[in-house]
Protein backbone atom coordinates (compact mmCIF):
# COMPACT_ATOMS: atom_id res chain seq x y z
CA UNK A 1 0.00 0.00 0.00
CA UNK A 2 1.25 3.61 -0.91
CA UNK A 3 2.05 5.84 1.75
CA UNK A 4 1.73 9.56 1.38
CA UNK A 5 4.40 12.55 2.18
CA UNK A 6 4.61 16.32 2.63
CA UNK A 7 6.90 17.99 -0.11
CA UNK A 8 7.45 21.30 -1.78
CA UNK A 9 6.94 21.27 -4.81
CA UNK A 10 8.24 23.27 -7.89
CA UNK A 11 6.35 23.51 -10.90
CA UNK A 12 6.41 25.40 -14.07
CA UNK A 13 5.17 25.98 -17.36
CA UNK A 14 6.78 24.39 -20.40
CA UNK A 15 7.27 27.36 -22.67
CA UNK A 16 10.48 27.19 -24.66
CA UNK A 17 11.25 31.01 -25.63
CA UNK A 18 10.88 31.06 -29.70
CA UNK A 19 14.70 31.91 -29.65
CA UNK A 20 15.63 28.47 -27.66
CA UNK A 21 15.76 25.67 -30.23
CA UNK A 22 14.92 22.38 -28.09
CA UNK A 23 17.36 19.20 -29.04
CA UNK A 24 15.68 15.72 -30.32
CA UNK A 25 16.12 14.51 -26.71
CA UNK A 26 14.97 17.66 -24.61
CA UNK A 27 11.96 17.68 -26.44
CA UNK A 28 11.09 13.95 -25.69
CA UNK A 29 12.17 13.98 -21.96
CA UNK A 30 11.93 17.64 -20.50
CA UNK A 31 15.11 17.28 -19.39
CA UNK A 32 16.32 20.73 -20.26
CA UNK A 33 19.90 21.84 -20.70
CA UNK A 34 18.82 25.75 -20.15
CA UNK A 35 16.15 25.81 -17.71
CA UNK A 36 15.72 29.62 -17.90
CA UNK A 37 15.14 29.72 -21.90
CA UNK A 38 12.34 27.15 -21.29
CA UNK A 39 10.52 27.17 -17.93
CA UNK A 40 7.53 29.97 -17.43
CA UNK A 41 5.78 30.94 -14.17
CA UNK A 42 7.80 28.68 -11.87
CA UNK A 43 5.93 28.39 -8.02
CA UNK A 44 6.67 26.41 -4.82
CA UNK A 45 3.88 24.81 -3.75
CA UNK A 46 3.34 22.12 -0.75
CA UNK A 47 1.67 19.24 -1.98
CA UNK A 48 0.93 15.71 -0.46
CA UNK A 49 2.89 12.94 -2.55
CA UNK A 50 3.89 9.50 -2.73
CA UNK A 51 6.19 8.71 -0.66
CA UNK A 52 9.21 6.87 -2.64
CA UNK A 53 10.24 3.02 -2.41
CA UNK A 54 13.36 1.67 -2.31
CA UNK A 55 15.17 -0.54 -4.81
CA UNK A 56 18.11 -2.49 -5.27
CA UNK A 57 21.29 -0.31 -4.25
CA UNK A 58 19.33 2.21 -2.72
CA UNK A 59 18.65 4.22 0.31
CA UNK A 60 15.58 5.27 1.87
CA UNK A 61 16.44 8.47 4.12
CA UNK A 62 14.56 10.61 6.54
CA UNK A 63 14.50 14.67 6.17
CA UNK A 64 17.19 16.23 8.72
CA UNK A 65 18.21 19.43 7.44
CA UNK A 66 17.95 21.21 3.22
CA UNK A 67 19.69 24.36 2.85
CA UNK A 68 17.89 26.54 0.48
CA UNK A 69 20.28 26.86 -1.95
CA UNK A 70 20.68 30.39 -4.31
CA UNK A 71 20.05 28.17 -7.43
CA UNK A 72 16.93 26.88 -5.59
CA UNK A 73 15.89 29.93 -5.29
CA UNK A 74 16.51 31.49 -9.11
CA UNK A 75 14.50 28.56 -10.28
CA UNK A 76 11.73 30.20 -8.26
CA UNK A 77 12.40 33.56 -9.06
CA UNK A 78 11.51 35.08 -12.60
CA UNK A 79 12.84 37.51 -15.20
CA UNK A 80 10.69 40.75 -16.76
CA UNK A 81 9.29 37.57 -19.22
CA UNK A 82 8.48 35.14 -16.27
CA UNK A 83 10.73 33.14 -17.18
CA UNK A 84 12.61 31.24 -14.29
CA UNK A 85 16.62 32.81 -13.86
CA UNK A 86 17.87 29.47 -13.05
CA UNK A 87 20.27 28.50 -16.40
CA UNK A 88 21.12 24.64 -15.89
CA UNK A 89 20.20 21.39 -16.05
CA UNK A 90 16.44 21.01 -14.91
CA UNK A 91 12.90 19.08 -15.20
CA UNK A 92 9.69 19.76 -13.41
CA UNK A 93 7.65 19.20 -11.62
CA UNK A 94 10.74 18.73 -9.10
CA UNK A 95 11.17 18.19 -5.28
CA UNK A 96 14.11 21.08 -4.80
CA UNK A 97 16.78 20.76 -2.39
CA UNK A 98 20.30 19.46 -2.97
CA UNK A 99 21.94 20.36 -0.06
CA UNK A 100 20.55 17.48 1.72
CA UNK A 101 21.06 15.59 5.40
CA UNK A 102 18.94 12.86 6.73
CA UNK A 103 19.10 10.13 8.97
CA UNK A 104 19.37 6.34 7.15
CA UNK A 105 15.55 4.61 7.50
CA UNK A 106 15.54 1.70 5.76
CA UNK A 107 18.22 -0.15 2.90
CA UNK A 108 17.73 -1.98 0.20
CA UNK A 109 19.10 -5.21 -0.99
CA UNK A 110 22.63 -4.88 -2.00
CA UNK A 111 23.69 -2.44 0.10
CA UNK A 112 27.01 -2.33 2.33
CA UNK A 113 28.14 0.28 5.22
CA UNK A 114 25.29 1.36 5.72
CA UNK A 115 22.40 0.72 7.73
CA UNK A 116 19.22 2.40 9.54
CA UNK A 117 20.30 4.91 11.66
CA UNK A 118 22.98 6.58 10.54
CA UNK A 119 23.34 10.59 9.95
CA UNK A 120 23.99 10.91 5.88
CA UNK A 121 24.36 13.24 3.46
CA UNK A 122 23.86 12.85 -0.16
CA UNK A 123 26.00 14.19 -3.26
CA UNK A 124 23.27 16.19 -5.97
CA UNK A 125 25.06 14.62 -8.97
CA UNK A 126 24.19 11.65 -10.06
CA UNK A 127 26.58 10.46 -12.44
CA UNK A 128 26.26 7.62 -14.83
CA UNK A 129 29.43 6.08 -14.63
CA UNK A 130 28.85 5.01 -18.13
CA UNK A 131 29.24 8.02 -20.78
CA UNK A 132 32.79 8.75 -21.80
CA UNK A 133 32.67 11.45 -19.61
CA UNK A 134 32.54 9.35 -16.36
CA UNK A 135 35.12 7.06 -18.32
CA UNK A 136 37.31 9.91 -18.38
CA UNK A 137 36.45 10.93 -14.69
CA UNK A 138 34.70 13.98 -15.86
CA UNK A 139 31.49 12.90 -13.33
CA UNK A 140 30.00 16.26 -13.15
CA UNK A 141 30.36 16.63 -16.97
CA UNK A 142 28.40 13.23 -17.22
CA UNK A 143 25.84 13.10 -20.26
CA UNK A 144 23.33 11.31 -18.38
CA UNK A 145 23.63 13.52 -15.39
CA UNK A 146 20.82 13.70 -13.19
CA UNK A 147 20.58 16.43 -10.45
CA UNK A 148 18.91 16.24 -7.21
CA UNK A 149 16.68 18.87 -6.81
CA UNK A 150 16.54 20.02 -10.17
CA UNK A 151 15.51 16.83 -12.33
CA UNK A 152 14.63 14.04 -9.97
CA UNK A 153 13.41 14.81 -6.59
CA UNK A 154 15.18 16.26 -3.87
CA UNK A 155 15.19 16.90 0.02
CA UNK A 156 12.49 19.04 0.56
CA UNK A 157 10.48 16.19 1.73
CA UNK A 158 9.79 13.97 4.74
CA UNK A 159 11.52 10.35 2.95
CA UNK A 160 13.93 10.17 -0.18
CA UNK A 161 15.45 7.73 -1.86
CA UNK A 162 19.18 7.90 -3.55
CA UNK A 163 21.30 5.17 -4.61
CA UNK A 164 23.71 4.11 -1.67
CA UNK A 165 26.67 4.96 -3.90
CA UNK A 166 25.82 8.73 -3.73
CA UNK A 167 25.38 8.60 -0.17
CA UNK A 168 28.18 9.80 2.66
CA UNK A 169 28.14 8.76 6.97
CA UNK A 170 28.51 11.73 9.05
CA UNK A 171 28.40 10.12 12.29
CA UNK A 172 31.29 11.34 13.41
CA UNK A 173 29.65 15.12 13.56
CA UNK A 174 27.71 13.72 16.46
CA UNK A 175 31.27 14.42 18.63
CA UNK A 176 31.64 17.34 17.37
CA UNK A 177 28.21 19.19 17.45
CA UNK A 178 26.66 16.97 20.45
CA UNK A 179 22.93 16.69 19.34
CA UNK A 180 21.80 15.09 16.15
CA UNK A 181 19.95 18.01 15.23
CA UNK A 182 22.99 20.19 15.35
CA UNK A 183 24.89 17.50 13.46
CA UNK A 184 22.11 17.16 10.71
CA UNK A 185 22.54 21.11 10.38
CA UNK A 186 26.35 20.82 9.73
CA UNK A 187 25.67 18.19 7.00
CA UNK A 188 23.32 20.19 4.90
CA UNK A 189 26.37 22.09 4.82
CA UNK A 190 28.44 19.46 3.41
CA UNK A 191 27.36 19.74 -0.25
CA UNK A 192 27.79 23.51 -0.64
CA UNK A 193 31.28 23.25 0.79
CA UNK A 194 31.93 20.45 -1.45
CA UNK A 195 31.38 22.75 -4.65
CA UNK A 196 33.58 25.02 -3.33
CA UNK A 197 36.75 22.14 -3.05
CA UNK A 198 35.83 21.39 -6.21
CA UNK A 199 36.61 24.77 -7.69
CA UNK A 200 39.74 25.46 -5.52
CA UNK A 201 41.26 22.55 -5.50
CA UNK A 202 40.05 19.77 -8.07
CA UNK A 203 39.52 22.59 -11.00
CA UNK A 204 41.60 25.34 -10.64
CA UNK A 205 44.12 22.53 -8.77
CA UNK A 206 47.48 24.99 -8.55
CA UNK A 207 46.75 26.77 -5.35
CA UNK A 208 49.25 27.18 -2.60
CA UNK A 209 49.00 28.17 0.66
CA UNK A 210 50.28 31.88 1.28
CA UNK A 211 48.10 32.85 -1.86
CA UNK A 212 46.46 35.66 -2.22
CA UNK A 213 42.51 35.40 -3.19
CA UNK A 214 39.01 37.49 -3.91
CA UNK A 215 35.78 35.74 -3.19
CA UNK A 216 33.10 37.75 -4.99
CA UNK A 217 30.20 37.59 -3.40
CA UNK A 218 29.57 36.33 0.61
CA UNK A 219 26.74 34.33 0.19
CA UNK A 220 26.54 30.65 1.23
CA UNK A 221 29.30 29.72 -1.58
CA UNK A 222 31.23 32.59 -0.76
CA UNK A 223 30.94 32.01 2.91
CA UNK A 224 32.21 28.56 2.17
CA UNK A 225 35.40 29.39 -0.23
CA UNK A 226 36.25 32.06 2.36
CA UNK A 227 36.26 29.37 4.87
CA UNK A 228 38.40 26.76 2.87
CA UNK A 229 40.56 29.32 1.83
CA UNK A 230 41.46 30.33 5.46
CA UNK A 231 41.59 26.65 6.45
CA UNK A 232 44.30 25.78 3.57
CA UNK A 233 46.48 29.12 4.32
CA UNK A 234 45.30 31.70 2.33
CA UNK A 235 47.93 35.20 3.12
CA UNK A 236 45.13 37.63 2.22
CA UNK A 237 41.04 36.88 1.67
CA UNK A 238 39.43 39.88 -0.38
CA UNK A 239 36.09 39.83 -0.01
CA UNK A 240 33.16 42.08 -2.21
CA UNK A 241 29.57 41.72 -0.53
CA UNK A 242 26.95 44.83 -0.70
CA UNK A 243 24.73 42.83 2.16
CA UNK A 244 26.14 43.92 5.55
CA UNK A 245 24.92 40.94 7.44
CA UNK A 246 27.08 38.84 4.57
CA UNK A 247 29.99 41.45 5.11
CA UNK A 248 29.93 40.58 8.97
CA UNK A 249 29.50 37.08 8.51
CA UNK A 250 33.14 36.43 6.03
CA UNK A 251 34.70 38.77 8.55
CA UNK A 252 33.82 35.97 10.94
CA UNK A 253 34.75 33.44 9.14
CA UNK A 254 38.28 34.82 7.85
CA UNK A 255 38.11 37.30 5.72
CA UNK A 256 41.19 39.47 5.62
CA UNK A 257 39.62 42.62 3.99
CA UNK A 258 35.77 43.62 3.17
CA UNK A 259 34.67 45.67 0.97
CA UNK A 260 30.88 47.07 -0.17
CA UNK A 261 31.23 47.83 -3.89
CA UNK A 262 27.95 49.53 -3.74
CA UNK A 263 30.01 52.16 -1.33
CA UNK A 264 33.09 52.01 -3.33
CA UNK A 265 31.60 52.58 -6.71
CA UNK A 266 29.52 55.51 -4.78
CA UNK A 267 32.94 57.36 -4.29
CA UNK A 268 34.19 56.42 -8.11
CA UNK A 269 36.26 53.56 -6.71
CA UNK A 270 36.37 50.15 -8.97
CA UNK A 271 37.05 46.94 -7.00
CA UNK A 272 40.15 46.06 -8.92
CA UNK A 273 41.50 49.17 -7.79
CA UNK A 274 41.46 48.33 -4.14
CA UNK A 275 42.68 44.70 -5.11
CA UNK A 276 45.66 46.38 -6.25
CA UNK A 277 46.01 48.37 -3.50
CA UNK A 278 45.57 46.06 -0.82
CA UNK A 279 48.16 43.61 -2.83
CA UNK A 280 50.70 46.82 -3.31
CA UNK A 281 49.83 46.24 -7.29
CA UNK A 282 51.03 42.64 -7.61
CA UNK A 283 47.27 41.63 -7.67
CA UNK A 284 45.70 37.77 -6.55
CA UNK A 285 46.57 34.66 -7.46
CA UNK A 286 43.10 33.41 -7.24
CA UNK A 287 39.95 34.93 -7.95
CA UNK A 288 36.62 32.84 -6.93
CA UNK A 289 33.39 34.26 -8.33
CA UNK A 290 30.85 32.71 -6.27
CA UNK A 291 28.04 35.98 -6.58
CA UNK A 292 26.66 35.31 -10.53
CA UNK A 293 27.14 38.56 -11.59
CA UNK A 294 29.92 37.75 -15.01
CA UNK A 295 28.97 40.67 -17.14
CA UNK A 296 30.08 43.19 -13.74
CA UNK A 297 32.59 41.18 -12.23
CA UNK A 298 35.14 39.86 -14.91
CA UNK A 299 36.02 43.45 -16.32
CA UNK A 300 37.67 43.65 -12.65
CA UNK A 301 39.35 40.72 -12.28
CA UNK A 302 40.73 41.04 -15.79
CA UNK A 303 42.91 43.75 -14.56
CA UNK A 304 43.72 42.36 -10.92
CA UNK A 305 45.12 39.24 -12.09
CA UNK A 306 48.57 38.47 -10.40
CA UNK A 307 51.08 36.56 -13.22
CA UNK A 308 49.88 33.14 -13.44
CA UNK A 309 46.64 34.18 -11.82
CA UNK A 310 43.54 32.08 -11.65
CA UNK A 311 39.62 32.87 -11.99
CA UNK A 312 36.90 29.86 -10.67
CA UNK A 313 33.80 30.40 -11.82
CA UNK A 314 31.36 29.06 -9.63
CA UNK A 315 28.13 31.37 -9.80
CA UNK A 316 25.11 30.54 -12.50
CA UNK A 317 23.92 33.46 -14.74
CA UNK A 318 21.78 33.84 -17.65
CA UNK A 319 24.05 36.27 -19.40
CA UNK A 320 27.25 36.78 -21.82
CA UNK A 321 30.17 38.59 -20.38
CA UNK A 322 32.98 40.00 -22.96
CA UNK A 323 36.59 38.64 -22.35
CA UNK A 324 39.86 40.30 -23.37
CA UNK A 325 42.00 37.72 -24.07
CA UNK A 326 45.15 39.84 -23.98
CA UNK A 327 45.01 40.01 -19.98
CA UNK A 328 45.12 36.23 -20.03
CA UNK A 329 47.73 36.17 -22.39
CA UNK A 330 50.02 38.32 -20.69
CA UNK A 331 49.96 37.23 -17.40
CA UNK A 332 49.83 33.51 -18.73
CA UNK A 333 46.08 33.53 -16.55
CA UNK A 334 43.22 30.91 -16.75
CA UNK A 335 39.10 31.05 -16.24
CA UNK A 336 38.30 27.70 -15.13
CA UNK A 337 34.49 26.57 -15.14
CA UNK A 338 33.55 24.50 -12.12
CA UNK A 339 30.12 22.51 -11.54
CA UNK A 340 29.59 20.03 -8.93
CA UNK A 341 31.55 18.02 -6.60
CA UNK A 342 31.38 14.76 -8.01
CA UNK A 343 34.38 12.29 -7.65
CA UNK A 344 38.55 13.02 -6.53
CA UNK A 345 36.98 11.91 -3.06
CA UNK A 346 35.69 15.35 -2.64
CA UNK A 347 32.89 14.41 -0.11
CA UNK A 348 34.91 12.46 2.02
CA UNK A 349 37.38 14.94 2.64
CA UNK A 350 34.88 17.77 3.62
CA UNK A 351 33.37 15.72 6.10
CA UNK A 352 37.15 15.03 7.57
CA UNK A 353 37.94 18.62 7.56
CA UNK A 354 34.43 19.47 10.06
CA UNK A 355 35.03 16.12 11.74
CA UNK A 356 38.57 17.04 12.69
CA UNK A 357 37.60 21.06 13.64
CA UNK A 358 39.05 22.38 10.40
CA UNK A 359 35.49 23.82 9.53
CA UNK A 360 32.80 24.79 11.00
CA UNK A 361 29.88 25.76 8.71
CA UNK A 362 27.40 26.14 11.26
CA UNK A 363 27.46 29.88 11.52
CA UNK A 364 26.11 30.51 7.72
CA UNK A 365 22.73 29.18 9.42
CA UNK A 366 20.89 32.40 10.04
CA UNK A 367 17.24 31.32 9.64
CA UNK A 368 15.35 28.09 10.27
CA UNK A 369 12.02 26.76 9.15
CA UNK A 370 9.90 23.29 9.29
CA UNK A 371 8.77 22.10 5.93
CA UNK A 372 5.60 23.25 6.26
CA UNK A 373 6.55 26.30 5.50
CA UNK A 374 8.43 26.00 2.66
CA UNK A 375 7.05 29.01 1.18
CA UNK A 376 7.73 31.41 3.91
CA UNK A 377 11.21 30.16 3.35
CA UNK A 378 11.52 30.84 -0.17
CA UNK A 379 10.00 34.29 0.41
CA UNK A 380 12.21 35.02 3.46
CA UNK A 381 15.70 34.18 1.37
CA UNK A 382 13.76 35.75 -1.75
CA UNK A 383 14.30 39.29 0.71
CA UNK A 384 18.27 39.19 0.79
CA UNK A 385 17.69 39.16 4.32
CA UNK A 386 19.46 35.96 5.88
CA UNK A 387 22.19 34.42 4.56
CA UNK A 388 21.37 30.69 4.87
CA UNK A 389 18.22 29.61 5.39
CA UNK A 390 17.39 25.68 6.33
CA UNK A 391 14.17 23.39 5.81
CA UNK A 392 14.01 20.71 8.87
CA UNK A 393 11.04 18.30 9.54
Not at 49 to 68: C, F, K
Not at 92 to 107: Q, R
Not at 149 to 174: C, H, P, Q, S
Not at 296 to 317: C, F, K, N, T, Y
Request: aromatic fraction near 8%.
Amino acid sequence: MMTRQLAAVLEADFNPRPSYVLSRREAETRRIVNGSRVWRTPEIKLKEIETPRIGRGQVLVRLGAVGICGSDLHMVERDTEGYMLYPGLTRLPVVPGHEFSGVVDSVGQGVEGLRPGDLVVVEEMWYCGRCDACRTSYFNQCYNLEEMGFTVNGGMEEYMVADARFVWKINGFLDVYGTEEKALEAGSLVEPLCVNYNAIFVRVGNYRPGCNAVVWGAGPIGLGAIALLKAAGAAKIIVFEPVEDRRAAAKRIGATHIFDPVELGSKGVRPYEKILEVTDGAGVDLHVEAAGKPSRILPEVEQSLAVGGSVVWIGRADEEAAVWLEYFQTRASQIYGSQGHAGNAVFPRVIRMIENGRLDPTPMITARFRLEEAIKAFQALKERVHIKVTIKP
